[in-house]
C-alpha cells in the first residue's frame, strides 16, 4: 500500500511540475513529512532538485535537507547563494550541522563554517575535535541546564526563553555555578509542582551519563537499556557539555548494525547506500577480503595434496568431505554470531569467556551426538542400501560420524572464543564471523578427518 501511495504522490508531482504549478507543489510539500520529501526530491533529478527545494519553507528546508543523501546535499549547497545557505545553517541543530560537514568535501565545509554565525561556528570546530565513533562527535550542545536553587516557576520561565534553540525540553539538567552536573528534572515534574517548590525537591539525583570519550555504541546501548529520550555527556571533571537524543542513537545503531552486517559478510564496510554505489566502489569494498580468504583457502588445499594417496585407496571419503566442511563452518558460524549479538548489546564482556565456553560445549555436545546419529543412519540408508555403495562399509561409516562429531566441537568452540579474544584484544569482533570461521574450520575438520581415517582404516 505505501509503494503504491508513493508511485501516486511521483506522478502527482511529475504532472504538477510540468505544468509550473508551483504554489499546489508547496501546498503539498508543507503536508509531508522532512524524510518523504527527501525522498520523493531525491528521485527528481539534479536538474530538478533545487527549484523543488527552494519552494519549501525555511524550516521545513532545513529539517528536510538533513534527510537528504549527501550527494543531494553537496548539489543544493554549490548551488545556494551564500544567503540561502546561511538559512539553512542557522535553522541546523549544532549536531546535524557536524554530520553535515563530516561528510562534505573541504571547499564545501569552508563555506557552511562561513555562512554560520560565530558561537555555532566555534561549537562545531569543538565537536569536530572528538574522537571519531565517540559520544563527543554525536552529541549535542542544544541542551536546558537548571541550577538547584531555582524555583519551579524561574526554571519553567527560563525553558520558555531557550526552548526555541533546544533540541530537546522534556528533560532538563540541573549543574552547579561549575557545570559539574548534579542531577535531572523532567518538564512533567515542573509542570505539576507549586510555583515556589525547589528544584533540588522534584530533581533525580540518579543520573545516568557518559563522557565524551565513551564509544558511540555504548551510548547507543544505554539509550536503550535505560529507556532514556536523552543523555547527558560529561567531561573528565564531570560538567557538562552536551546531550545525546534518541534520533541519534537510532542512527548510531542503523550505522553500527550495518558495519556489522558487512563486516560479518567480509565486505569492507562503507556509508553509501547501494544503488548509489558504483561497479568498481562494491569491488574495491569486496576484494580485500576475498583475496585473504583465498590465500588462506590454500591451506585446506595443502592438507587434501597430503592425503591424496590416502583418498586415492579409500575413495569413498572424498565424496563426504563438502558435507563436513559444510556442516563445521555452519556451526562455527551460529556460535560466533551469537557471540557477536551478545557483545554488540554489552551482554558479554571478556570475564564470562569460561562461562561461554562451558555453555557452547555442552550445546557443540548436543549437536555432535544428534547429528553424527542421523549422519549415520543417512549414510546407511540411502549410501549402503538405496545406492549399493560397497565402498562405504560401516567402518567408513564410523570415520564420516566421529569426524562430524568432533568437527562440530571444535567448531562450536572456535566460533564462541575467536569473537571474545578479537574484542579482548581491541579489534571488532564481527570480523571473527562466517567467512573467517569457515576458513579455520575447514582446515581442522579435514585434519581430523585424516587423523579419524588413520586411527581406523590404518591408512
Known amino acids: 500500500m505505501a509503494e503504491t501511495n508513493t508511485t501516486i504522490l511521483s506522478s502527482t508531482l511529475e504532472a504538477l511540475i510540468e505544468n509550473k504549478k508551483y504554489a499546489t507543489l508547496r501546498d503539498i510539500f508543507v503536508t509531508m513529512q522532512p524524510m518523504d520529501i527527501a525522498g520523493v526530491l531525491g528521485e527528481l533529478g539534479e536538474n530538478r532538485l533545487p527549484l523543488m527545494f527552494r519552494l519549501l519553507p525555511k524550516e521545513l528546508a532545513a529539517e528536510t535537507f538533513i534527510e537528504m543523501d549527501p550527494e543531494e546535499q553537496?548539489?543544493?549547497?554549490?548551488?545556494?547563494s551564500d544567503a540561502e545557505l546561511k538559512d539553512v545553517v542557522d535553522e541546523l541543530y549544532v549536531d546535524d550541522a557536524v554530520d553535515l560537514i563530516e561528510e562534505m568535501p573541504a571547499n564545501v565545509v569552508k563555506r557552511i563554517l562561513k555562512s554560520a554565525d560565530p558561537e555555532m561556528r566555534r561549537t562545531i570546530n569543538?565537536?569536530?575535535?572528538?574522537?571519531?565513533?565517540?559520544?563527543?562527535?554525536?552529541?549535542?550542545?542544544?541542551?536546558?541546564?537548571?541550577?538547584p536553587e531555582m524555583t519551579a516557576?524561574?526554571?519553567?520561565?527560563?525553558?520558555?526563553?531557550?526552548?526555541?534553540?533546544k533540541e530537546?525540553?522534556?528533560?532538563?539538567?540541573?549543574t552547579d555555578k561549575n557545570r559539574k552536573l548534579v542531577g535531572y528534572v523532567t518538564l512533567k515534574s515542573l509542570l505539576l509542582a507549586e510555583d515556589d517548590t525547589q528544584i533540588t525537591q522534584i530533581m533525580g539525583t540518579d543520573t545516568i551519563s557518559v563522557t565524551t570519550t565513551d564509544d558511540q555504541e555504548e551510548v547507543a546501548n544505554a539509550l536503550s537499556k535505560y529507556d532514556l529520550s536523552a543523555l547527558p555527556?560529561?567531561?573528565?571533571?564531570?560538567?557538562?557539555?552536551g546531550i545525546v537524543t534518541v534520533d541519534d542513537a537510532i542512527d548510531v545503531m542503523e550505522e553500527e548494525a550495518t558495519e556489522d552486517i558487512e563486516k560479518m559478510a567480509a565486505i569492507m564496510p562503507t556509508d553509501k547506500p547501494y544503488l548509489k554505489l558504483s561497479p568498481f566502489e562494491i569491488w574495491k569494498s569486496r576484494i580485500p577480503w576475498l583475496l585473504l580468504l583465498m590465500v588462506s583457502a590454500t591451506f585446506t588445499g595443502l592438507i587434501i595434496s597430503s592425503f591424496e594417496s590416502a583418498l586415492a585407496k579409500w575413495v569413498a571419503l572424498t565424496a563426504f568431505i563438502p558435507m563436513l566442511m559444510d556442516t563445521g563452518g555452519n556451526t562455527g558460524s551460529q556460535a560466533s554470531v551469537t557471540v557477536i549479538r551478545a557483545l554488540s548489546l554489552g551482554d558479554l564482556e571478556f570475564s564470562d569467556f569460561f562461562r561461554v565456553v562451558w555453555k557452547e560445549l555442552r550445546v557443540a555436545v548436543?549437536?555432535?551426538?544428534?547429528?553424527?546419529?542421523?549422519n549415520f543412519l543417512k549414510i546407511q540408508l540411502v549410501d549402503v542400501w538405496l545406492m549399493h555403495n560397497t565402498s562405504v562399509t560401516v567402518t567408513v561409516n564410523l570415520v564420516i560420524c566421529i569426524t562430524l562429531a568432533f568437527t562440530i566441537i571444535c567448531a562450536k568452540l572456535v566460533g564462541c572464543t575467536l569473537p571474545l579474544l578479537a574484542k579482548k584484544l581491541g579489534f571488532d569482533p564481527?570480523?571473527?564471523?562466517?567467512?573467517?570461521?569457515?576458513?579455520?574450520?575447514?582446515?581442522?575438520s579435514l585434519l581430523i578427518y585424516f587423523q579419524v581415517a588413520r586411527l581406523l582404516l590404518g591408512i
Not at 519553567?156 to 526555541?164: C, D, S, T
Not at 530537546?168 to 540541573?174: F, N, S
Open 74 to 80: 553537496e548539489l543544493l549547497i554549490r548551488g545556494f
Open 126 to 147: 569543538e565537536l569536530l575535535n572528538y574522537p571519531e565513533d565517540s559520544a563527543g562527535s554525536i552529541m549535542t550542545t542544544e541542551y536546558v541546564s537548571l541550577r
Open 153 to 165: 516557576e524561574e526554571a519553567i520561565k527560563r525553558i520558555r526563553r531557550g526552548a526555541v534553540d
Open 168 to 174: 530537546t525540553i522534556y528533560t532538563c539538567y540541573v
Open 233 to 241: 555527556v560529561v567531561d573528565k571533571e564531570s560538567r557538562l557539555v
Open 366 to 374: 548436543l549437536c555432535a551426538v544428534s547429528l553424527a546419529v542421523v
Open 430 to 444: 564481527a570480523v571473527m564471523a562466517s567467512p573467517f570461521i569457515t576458513t579455520i574450520v575447514d582446515a581442522l
